[in-house]
Nanobody, 127 residues
Framework: QVQLVESGGGLVQAGGSLRLSCAASGRTFSNYVMGWFRQAPGKEREFVAA????????HYADSVKGRFTISRDVAKNTVSLQMNVLKPEDTAVYYCSAERTYYSDDVLVRGSSYTYWGQGTQVTVSS
């Protein structure tokens, strides 16, 4: 069983930055791919970023590429999402996710591929 707890959301002006963190229980990183998704009001959940369990394969949605960075701190068992140059269209509830994978460099971009989810943290970007 994996438990995920997000933090770091808030209200920020367009062009600003936020850093989201996801605290994971257990020895998550050695066996799980970690992902970030978001869901805006009235819209479907969408993929944001993912990191393979090896940590060497990172994948981003086109809409955030160059602005967002996924990273992890193995010692603290946390995965983070650094969000820069935020836009109003980034406003959403952001979710951390985890799924066990076999291959070290696998990343998963579909929400249906993930079993474990955090409770979400709200990010609001004002124009």
């Amino acid at each position: 069983q994996v438990q995920l707890v997000e933090s770091g959301g808030g209200l920020v002006q367009a062009g600003g930055s936020l850093r989201l963190s996801c605290a994971a229980s257990g020895r998550t990183f050695s066996n799980y791919v970690m992902g970030w998704f978001r869901q805006a009001p009235g819209k479907e959940r969408e993929f944001v970023a993912a990191m393979s369990k090896s940590g060497s394969n990172l994948h981003y949605a086109d809409s955030v590429k160059g602005r967002f960075t996924i990273s992890r701190d193995v010692a603290k068992n946390t995965v983070s999402l650094q969000m820069n140059v935020l836009k109003p269209e980034d406003t959403a509830v952001y979710y951390c996710s985890a799924e066990r994978t076999y291959y070290s460099d696998d990343v998963l971009v579909r929400g249906s591929s993930y079993t474990y989810w955090g409770q979400g943290t709200q990010v609001t970007v004002s124009s």
